[in-house]
């Protein structure tokens, strides 16, 4: 595996393979590699004959009262399981690569599609994504790009964007990898301290049981949710930012869920903010 930092020596790496007639495979991630990040690089390795993956903690994306400073970082270890897994190229651009003038003169802003949930929760947080984004993609200009389903809000955004932009790229969108507990494995999962690690699977606890209703017959959206809200209940040190059953191509409220609905679900527990979802009737 290469690790390039300078964005014309990863173009000039990438123009060789496509000049050869391979198909480029990009994961873009912030790093602090786990096994989740490392699925999608599987995914990659079946979609490309170059796989890349990017390490960039954005800081547009996080607000200036989010974690940027205390993100957990640690390269040396996450190139080793990027090449161990079977990464061929790992591009980690320092802020000054990607932002050289500070704050960018453009953004890539979303509309509607940002106003809930996630994006309004954390406002501006999806324009920093969608701007890091369309310049890894500019950058390395891959056929796919691989993203988590967990971040599905951001899964949405992106194929959105490629779409209503013409990128000229896949957008591919890969299962959560789960912990044994069900917790969905996340960088973030590292301030977890004590009991707060063992009170996160209430997340899972609660989609799952919304998941079993919604199997049994249930299909009003206000019954699932107290269904999630109930279980939520039952770590009252856990706050939920939002619980939301939605369609699956904008995530917008539905009334009643058929097979494919949403369930997104966010969350505080202790000081640690933590999403996930489900897909309803999905095997
Ligand atoms: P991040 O480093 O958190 O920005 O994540 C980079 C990519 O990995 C995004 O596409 C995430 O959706 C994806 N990802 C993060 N956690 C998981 C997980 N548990 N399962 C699958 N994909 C994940």
């Known amino acids: 595996m290469r690790t390039v930092e300078p964005i014309a020596e990863l173009r000039r790496l990438l123009a060789e393979h496509r000049t050869g007639g391979g198909r480029i495979a990009m994961v873009p991630t912030m790093g602090f590699l786990h096994e989740g990040h490392l699925r999608l690089v599987d995914e990659a390795r079946r979609r490309g004959s ?9 800081p547009l994306q996080f607000s200036p009262s989010e974690d940027l400073s205390r993100y957990p970082r640690d390269l040396a270890g996450d190139a080793a399981k990027a090449a161990e897994r079977g990464a061929d190229v790992l591009f980690t651009p320092t802020t000054e690569t990607m932002y050289p003038a500070g704050a960018p003169a453009i953004e890539v802003r979303p509309l509607s599609l940002a106003d809930r949930w996630e994006g309004a929760v954390r406002p501006g947080h999806f324009t920093g994504v969608l701007t890091v984004v369309a310049k890894l993609l500019n950058i390395a200009q891959p056929d796919s790009a691989i993203f988590g389903q967990k971040d599905i809000q951001q899964c949405i955004l992106v194929s959105a964007m490629a779409r209503d932009l013409n990128f000229p790229v896949e957008i591919v969108v890969t299962p959560t ?6 917790l969905a494995m996340s960088s973030r999962n590292s301030y977890l301290q004590g009991d707060d690690r063992k009170r996160a699977t209430v997340l899972w606890r609660a989609l799952r049981a919304i998941s079993r209703s919604f199997d049994e017959g249930e299909r009003s959206a206000t019954t699932l949710e107290e269904v999630g809200r109930e279980v939520m209940g039952s770590e009252p040190s856990v706050a939920v930012d ?37 897909i309803l009737g999905a095997a």
């Open 177 to 182: 990898v789960r912990e044994h507990d069900g």
């Open 50 to 58: 170059l796989v890349v993956m990017s390490i960039f903690v954005n």
């Open 242 to 278: 939002y619980l939301a059953v939605a369609d699956p191509d904008r995530l917008e409220p539905v009334r009643q869920a058929t097979r494919g609905t949403v369930i997104a679900l966010a969350a505080r527990v202790g000081g640690t903010r933590l999403i996930d979802n489900t």
